[in-house]
């Protein structure tokens, strides 16, 4: 039996802009194991909200996925029909979408909205077992089952948010994405939205991909963490090893630039900004803010490699220890 | 001596729509707080969303004038300056709100927020002086002058374009500068550079500042004393070593058990009683503990999440107790310290060591 429920190979996909083609993602490569958690770590720009529409296939022009495979269970779903992927949406793979506050229907009820994904994906139910699944679902995502009749301007933003995840779990997917999931909510209703997300996930046995840009969320909520930079992955590894040591000099000086709350000013931003995805820098898209740079930085973009078991990096310093493979999905799992 | 800036006893209540003129919402309950002239301080307000930190920012500005009590500059009522007065005030009193996106005339260069205040406040003598001023103070936030000016905004990142609205408020040396969650839109890289700009210009150019944010992380690492607030109220304020690191109030625990620490083996959260009951009907985009407080009602406003609630808490509104040299929470847990009157709270703070 295969262990990885989602195969992600080569993926890259291009903005086309009148200055030219934007780079977003850029040949990125993972695996997700069955019931794992795993993150996906950037700052603004570094294509990691492209990579979750992507998977998807929500990419719309001018965007363009120009090629890779996503394997979900071993079927290829960039070549999929449209109908046949529209089915596959939701029942799945589901997204929990950035602001998703915003991504509820103002002037329908939360019940019409749950029903209308049912329809759409031909869910055989009669009105007292659809009301009876509704309301078990909300109440699984700690909402009040009277919530079902409420709008969207009646609930808060974590209750928005647990509506949102009601929706995304109403066919029990698979795998789930959540792309910034809290990132508008307070750290207290953060703390209980991300317990219940884990609740779910463990009584459905899905898979979740988590995509932000928070490194203490990360630390609390994932299993195994791909930081990405300027559209590539550059660095993989469970979330003990990579904290507690960071290979590559970007997941290195971001950690370093982390507030803490035990110790003053000891925290450094990272100085410089990051390339345009326009003009990429020639080499690695990092060398011009790393201070570890040599020459072949300038000049060669390093891979990402396994240089240890289970630690990926794409970084020329650590390229003499490589072990062959230039994917994560060699790791033994 | 009179202080620069002061708060007394303020409160402001929204409500009294066209459409609902029975709701009352109290955005801030009874709020003192004093900036004195000298020496320079930093102050944390810290908040969730709907707890009236960013209403006070408003108050404090002049933007928005309380429902009872008064903010005074140099001691004159708000209300009541004169106009070479307000025009003191305008330029002492400087704020950097939070979206670094916004702020900004898309179709105008950097250059013109800056070159406006040199202008309308006559910095400068000549242009030249004026530019000179400009490249000063955008030195002086560690921003390069040639790769700023000329530029328009959509040219600068984030972090540049907030250090840009740091420059500009330098040109004006203010005495107090209020910053509005200035870096809850900026990447984590790039934070830790706002900050220390912020740092540099309370220690470098002797000017106060009052940080407001729902990030206790930076208010930890910038300020010297904190105010949390909860539902427009004082939960727990004083020197900002003591409150994070040994919180008393149960909301400042639930808030500082919240943050995710960006450290794996670090357990995640307290356990928090669910809410009793579900915010109904008009329910303010704050989440979960929702936002203010409603007029008239008796009790303390967390006793609905309170894991130590008494009786008492909700019978009435507990007052801060000081329980310690620089520090005083609002709750009855501590009821056996000494009762701090409301007015006194700046008074407990902790000076610069």
């Known amino acids: 039996m295969n262990s990885n429920i989602l ?31 795993l993150g996906l770590v950037g700052e603004s ?92 679902l909300l109440q699984r995502v700690g909402l009040p089952r009277t919530a079902a009749d409420m709008y969207a301007h009646e609930l808060s933003g974590g209750m928005k948010q647990r509506a949102c995840i009601a929706i995304a779990i109403c066919l029990r997917p698979k795998v789930i994405i959540a792309d910034e999931p809290t990132s508008a909510l307070d750290v207290v209703v953060q703390h209980q939205v991300m317990e219940t997300l884990e609740t779910l996930r463990a009584e459905l046995g899905a898979s979740v991909i988590l995509i932000g840009h928070d490194m203490g969320l990360m630390a609390q909520a994932v299993d195994r963490l791909g930081v990405m930079y300027a559209g590539d992955l550059i660095e993989t590894g469970n979330i003990e090893d990579l904290f507690s040591e ?57 891979k990402l490699q396994t240089v240890r078991p289970k630690r990926d990096v794409a970084c020329h310093l650590h390229s003499a220890n490589a072990v062959g493979a230039n994917s994560i999905s060699r790791e033994a799992a | 001596m009179t202080a620069l800036l002061e708060a007394r006893h303020v409160t402001k209540v929204f409500g009294e729509g066209i459409f609902n003129r029975s709701t009352h919402l109290v955005a801030l309950d009874n709020l003192s707080l004093t900036i004195e002239e000298a020496p320079p301080t930093i102050t944390a307000i810290v908040g969730e969303s709907g707890s009236g930190k960013t209403t006070f920012a408003r108050l404090m500005l002049g933007l928005t004038e309380p429902t009872s009590g008064e903010i005074c500059y140099r001691g004159v009522d708000m209300r009541h300056l004169d106009r070479d007065q307000r025009r003191q005030f305008l330029r002492d009193v400087q704020v950097i709100f939070q979206d670094p996106y916004e702020v900004y005339n898309p179709f105008y260069r950097i250059d013109h927020v800056l070159e406006e205040p040199v202008a309308n406040f006559r910095l400068a003598k000549s242009k030249a002086q004026g530019r000179e001023l400009i490249v000063e103070a955008l030195t002086s936030v560690g921003l390069r002058p040639e790769e700023t000016l000329g530029r328009y905004p959509h040219q600068l990142s984030g972090g540049q374009r907030q250090r840009v609205m740091v420059a500009r408020s330098l040109l004006l040396r203010p005495r107090v500068i209020i910053a509005d969650e200035p870096v809850s839109m900026i ?79 670090h357990h995640w959260g307290i356990k928090e009683k669910a809410p009793d009951r579900v915010p109904s009907g008009r329910s303010n985009n704050g989440a979960g503990g929702g936002a203010g407080g409603s007029a008239g009602r008796q009790g303390c406003h967390f006793a609905d999440r309170c894991p130590n609630v008494m009786a008492m808490c909700r019978e009435k509104t507990p007052p801060l107790y000081q329980t310690a040299p620089h520090r005083a929470t609002a709750c009855y847990l501590y009821r056996d310290s000494p009762v701090a009157a409301p007015e006194k709270l700046s008074e407990i703070f902790v000076a610069r060591a």
């Open chain 2, 187 to 265: 990447d984590a890289s790039l934070r830790a550079t706002v900050i220390e700009s912020l740092r540099d210009l309370n220690r470098r150019f002797g000017i106060s500042l009052i940080y407001i944010t729902h990030d206790l992380t930076t208010a930890y690492q910038l300020s010297e004393n904190i105010v949390v607030l909860y539902r427009g109220a004082v939960a727990e304020a004083g020197d900002v070593e003591r409150v994070v690191k040994e919180p008393e109030h149960p909301y400042t625990r639930l808030l500082i058990g919240s943050i995710p620490r960006p450290d794996p083996k």
């Open chain 1, 246 to 302: 960071p290979l590559h000099p970007y997941t290195r000086l971001l950690m370093a630039s982390l507030p803490s709350l035990e110790q003053k000013e000891a925290a450094r931003g990272i100085p410089g900004l990051m390339p345009s995805l326009l003009n990429k820098p020639k080499g690695c898209p990092f060398h011009p803010r790393c201070p570890d740079a040599f020459d072949r930085c300038r000049v060669e973009e390093p």
């Open chain 1, 7 to 37: 195969e992600v190979r080569d993926l890259r996909v291009h903005y086309y802009t009148r200055q030219g083609a934007v780079q977003a993602v850029n040949g990125i490569s993972f695996d997700l194991h069955v019931g794992e958690r």
């Open chain 1, 45 to 136: 720009g570094s294509g990691k909200s492209t990579v979750a529409l992507a998977l998807m296939r929500l990419i719309r022009p001018p965007g363009k996925i120009e090629g890779g495979q996503v394997l979900l269970d071993g079927l290829s779903l960039l070549e999929l029909p449209d109908e046949q992927m529209r089915q596959i949406r939701l029942a799945e793979i589901a997204l929990v979408s950035q602001g998703a506050m915003n991504s509820l229907n103002p002037v329908t009820r939360v019940r019409r909205q749950i029903e209308d994904a049912l329809r759409d994906h031909d869910v055989k139910l009669n009105a007292r077992e659809r009301s009876e699944w509704i309301g078990e």
